[in-house]
């Protein structure tokens, strides 16, 4: 561990292999500070204490590291399948034998609880094995030809150079799910982590070189994201983009990429419905609803937001959530609570304005609804029932421990309700009846339908969103199509 780094801190100073955290970018097979010895301080959200700097590189350094990545690029695309697949499968085993030093690092730059860092670091090695096996299925399709003296044939070849965008609420998983579906396909990456959670991107890159990934291949650079990425969103040799984070950036990044075509894959932000019946399995829906809103704190795109319950049970799952919200233990991460710190200041004043908000506009508080006494960027689990669909939880994402409940009368209003909104995610549904389940999966607009449970996500599953959700898929074998083109190739017989 070197001087930039704090090494006194509780879960840093247990690493058993301190060589994982890391201040310098990954260039070119490098090891790289910045030219003028900038740096950024990353801090640990649950009680501000320093973790160490990062080295904070410029736009000349993404356009380095964009030039090694495409003289890389040839030699990458060209190795045989089988040699893609041994890296990567050396980089999952890596990632499994560090399992603990990577979620401890991911603790102490990001909040979580340390059992879901220890989940998130199984969640983001289970794209590494999937991508490992994908890369060497067949990437041809014989097509039966159009014409008596031609033989026909479609190839899915890598497109180039793909630049991936990491959010900081799974710094592991989300550069996983990028970075192995685009290096299986073949291409070379250069990566931007948050610069809230570097680390655990750095910690990844030390994997994979010691997995053999050649230079060149994966390349990590740290740096305030509207100059790293910008300097990427402008040049042509990043042929695919692929960003996780908000609505907001994802649309700048849509008219960035516009000058130069690029392909991209956006997975946005979700506003999620958990739509209750009355004939509901209760004590399942209530057990649900808690993992659906409190995991990560509240900060997953997947999150529940708007709690819509029909009105003969709407007392009943109100005071059952409320008492089980209450139960839940805030803490920090290191601790192993049920609920960690927000991310940052800005966080905890979007939760208090969609309270203050809601409370303004008619709701009634069951539990929670200020700053928790933890510390700064704690916020308790909160329940607010009778929430007004005016107020702006019920419209806009929270990403945060705030639960907005409101009652529905009938099938035809819940997925109305559930519908008007323009994110398009993942729908939450709790009934018993079979055929409403298969009217109501039909009739939500999402890209996902979770029906009787919350967890849906895995390596094997397509992940996205519809409306402004995103575009493309991450995931399945569809996440490799935005880093592969289609050729077709047409031979004459004659
Ligand atoms: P954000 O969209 O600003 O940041 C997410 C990622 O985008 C980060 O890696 C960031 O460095 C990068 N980024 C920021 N500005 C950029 C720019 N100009 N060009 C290129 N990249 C840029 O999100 P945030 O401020 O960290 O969080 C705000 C909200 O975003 C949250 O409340 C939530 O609604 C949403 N969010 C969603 C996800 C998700 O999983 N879909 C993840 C994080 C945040």
Request: net charge negative.
């Amino acid at each position: 561990m070197s001087k930039t780094l704090n090494s006194n801190h509780p879960l840093l100073s247990r690493l058993a292999d301190p060589d994982l955290l890391t201040s310098k970018a990954f260039i070119g097979g490098l090891w790289a500070d910045a030219h003028d010895g900038n740096s950024i301080t990353v801090t640990d959200p649950a009680d501000g204490t320093e973790l160490g700097m990062v080295a904070r590189l410029n736009a000349d350094d993404a356009r380095r590291a964009a030039r090694e990545a495409q003289n890389a690029w040839a030699a990458w695309a060209g190795t045989l399948p089988q040699e893609r697949t041994a890296i990567l499968r050396r980089w999952f085993d890596l990632m499994i034998a560090h399992r603990e030093d990577l979620a401890m690092i991911m603790t102490a730059e990001q909040g979580k609880p340390i059992s879901e860092a220890r989940g998130e670091i199984d969640y983001a090695a289970a794209f590494v094995e999937f991508y490992a096996e994908e890369a060497r299925r067949p990437n041809i399709e014989s097509v039966t030809s159009h014409l008596p003296d031609a033989e026909v044939e479609v190839w899915r070849e890598p497109v180039g150079v793909a630049a991936l965008i990491t959010p900081w609420n799974f710094p592991s998983a989300m550069l996983t799910r990028k970075a192995a579906a685009a290096l299986a396909a073949g291409c070379s990456v250069v990566a931007h982590p948050s610069i809230e959670t570097p680390f655990s991107a750095l910690a990844l890159a030390r994997l994979a070189e010691r997995a053999g990934m050649p230079k060149g291949v994966f390349n990590v650079v740290t740096g305030a994201a509207a100059e790293i990425v910008g300097a990427w969103m402008e040049d042509p040799r990043i042929r695919a983009v692929s960003f996780t984070g908000s609505t907001e950036v994802g649309r700048l990044l849509y008219r960035q990429g516009a000058d130069t075509i690029k392909r991209l894959v956006l997975e946005l932000g979700g506003h999620a419905p958990f739509v209750v019946f009355a004939d509901a399995d209760m004590d399942q829906a209530v057990d649900e609803a808690i993992k659906a809103k409190f995991a990560t704190s509240g900060q997953d795109c997947l999150g529940a937001n708007r709690f819509l319950v029909e009105r003969s049970v709407y007392d009943e799952f109100c005071n059952a959530f409320a008492e089980r919200t209450k139960a839940l233990s805030v803490g920090k991460g290191v601790e192993d609570p049920d609920i960690g710190p927000l991310m940052n200041a800005r966080a905890v004043a979007k939760q208090h304005e969609h309270v203050d908000d809601a409370i303004e506009k008619g709701a009634r508080v069951l539990c929670g609804g200020s700053r928790h006494e933890a510390g700064d960027l704690f916020f308790q689990p909160t329940v607010l029932a009778d929430v007004p669909n005016e107020a702006k939880i019920m419209h806009e994402e929270t990403f945060g421990p705030v639960a907005a409940i409101a009652p529905f009368d009938t099938e035809a209003e819940a997925i109305d309700r559930a519908n008007a909104t323009e994110y398009g995610l993942v729908a939450y549904l709790h009934t018993q009846d079979p055929r409403r389940i298969y009217r109501a999966s039909r009739a939500m607009r999402f890209g996902m339908v979770a029906v009787n449970r919350t967890k849906v996500t895995g390596a094997p599953i397509p992940f996205g969103g519809m409306k402004q959700s995103g575009l493309g898929r991450e995931g399945s074998r569809l996440g490799l199509e935005a880093f592969t083109e289609v050729k077709y190739v047409c031979r004459d017989w004659a």
